[in-house]
């Protein structure tokens, strides 16, 4: 992103969010690159006078509902921050289709609007998680030459330090292996670009699904109008714009403090919902660490056996080792709680 999209936003809801008491929900209006879009940031109200928070960004078809993870945060000492980015969850509005993006910088403006209502609230230090998707649209911000500080001075608003990054499962590259993905990369770059208006059908329900959601026997109960359990359709624009993000981070070099987090193994094309179970049914593994060793030059990965894709909505004892990880890595860093 060569500049921010926008110059300014404009708050239009202020309340208790849907997760409770505990949580106040912000939604902002701005204008996207086609029509004016909206975005909820949402916060844990604990720990009100700490400096140093964390942001989390969800991936792809989903949104913010993990209310353990955010207490979790709470209990290190930390403030807890959620995005609900412009056209997902709390923020799909009518006039523009769900999770429908014309670039992943758009979502850019997105992470602008956090982080300076965030320094508003008083926050001087972040640590944005970022899950699937949101791992890279995240990357992507800070790999951007546009620098924080001249988007704070574009903006004539402050925006707290980020002085680290944890990476859920990101989508830095394909769901195939690596030998099988430098085969098929190029063409489906060109199947995509080529036909950048068509769509594949969300009809069956992912395995995946059934392996969270309590009503086909999972732990976890959401909304199913935001983070359908067959998914929405996939836009093949949505889909050239991942490559294309996907490339530009191969050639950048981050030097932020990062933490990777991932399944021991990839359970992608698996039968059943105990096979996935096992692993990450939805991204490679060894092609997303492949690419995350590229392009983060500070990086310490932590293999979580039987993680889900998130790896935070896994079976209780990958996710107590999956939080012990961020906690263990979180002590590292300069002035944490």
Known sequence: MSTPIGQDWQQVNDGEDLLGA???ARTFSFAGPKTQVHTTLIHHIGNPDATNAILYVHGYTDYFFQTGLAEHFINLGYRFYALDLQG???????STPPNWCESLEQYGQDLDIALATMKQDG????VILGHSTGGLVVSTYLAQPYALPERESHYNKAFPKVIGLMLNSPFLALPFPPKILNRVSWPIRVLVSLLPFSYLRAKKISLYAKTIHCVFGGEWD??????PAQGFDLSFHWLREVIHAQRNLANQR?????LLCHSAASTIGKLTVEDVQQGDGVLDVESMVQAAKKTFTNL???SIAQGFHDLYLSHETARTTYLS????WLKT???AP
């Open 88 to 94: 997902y969850g709390r923020s799909i509005r009518p």
């Open 123 to 126: 926050v001087n230090q972040v």
């Open 254 to 258: 981050i030097k932020i403090p990062t």
């Open 22 to 24: 505990n949580f106040r």
């Open 325 to 328: 990880a961020m906690s263990d």
């Open 222 to 227: 959401y909304r199913l109008d935001w983070k």
């Open 300 to 302: 310490t990965q932590v």
């Open 333 to 335: 860093l300069p002035h």
